[in-house]
């Protein structure tokens, strides 16, 4: 099991990409959390398979329609919790 911290810059807020990683997380059964940051950047902390995890971060760096990623950053989080689900944070 793995978790990682993704924080996503560029043009991502209001365009849906919370929604667009919740959905790709659940058909990858990864599981975590994705909100909005102040600065306008999308972060989320992903745990599952090292390999869906990848998926997720290539689907990520193209984001969905309308969308404009700029840069993403990720780095391994030695976090102990564990989730259970998929959520999108307020």
Partial sequence: MTTVRILISG???GVGFRHFIKS???SLNLT??????????VEANIQ???KNIESLIALCKKGPFLSEVENIEVEKNNDSERFDKFEILK
């Fill in 48 to 50: 599952g398979d090292e």
């Fill in 11 to 13: 043009f991502v807020q």
């Fill in 24 to 26: 790709n997380a659940q």
């Fill in 32 to 41: 975590g959390w994705v909100k909005n940051i102040p600065g306008g950047n």
